[in-house]
Nanobody, 124 residues
Framework: QVQLVESGGGLVQAGGSLRLSCAAS????????MGWFRQAPGKERELVAA????????NYGDSVKGRFTISRDYAKSTVYLQMNSLKPEDTAIYYC?????????????????WGQGTQVTVSS
């Protein structure tokens, strides 16, 4: 059973930056695709970014392209989301997710494993 624990959320002013971290345990980190989703109040959950097990492939939601960067550290079994030029519309709960099947992450948005979420609030 894979456990995912997010950290790094908080309150930031528009235009600022945050880096989210997600520490994975209980599985072989290098065999899992990893991703970040977010859900704002009254809105559906959406994919923010995903990265393949090899780090060779990455996908980003249209609203964050050019501003957010996903990366992973195999030695630390951790995936990161660097968020720059933050906007008030980025305010949401951000969830880390993992699955051995990359398509489940980026196409079906139904990865097997989820973190508990971390709140990101961007003030105007």
């Amino acid at each position: 059973q894979v456990q995912l624990v997010e950290s790094g959320g908080g309150l930031v002013q528009a235009g600022g930056s945050l880096r989210l971290s997600c520490a994975a345990s209980g599985g072989t980190f290098s065999s899992y695709a990893m991703g970040w989703f977010r859900q704002a109040p009254g809105k559906e959950r959406e994919l923010v970014a995903a990265i393949t097990w090899s780090s060779y492939g990455k996908n980003y939601g249209d609203s964050v392209k050019g501003r957010f960067t996903i990366s992973r550290d195999y030695a630390k079994s951790t995936v990161y989301l660097q968020m720059n030029s933050l906007k008030p519309e980025d305010t949401a709960i951000y969830y880390c997710a993992g699955d051995q099947n990359y398509r489940k992450m980026v196409v079906a948005a139904t990865p097997a494993y989820w973190g508990q979420g971390t709140q990101v609030t961007v003030s105007s």
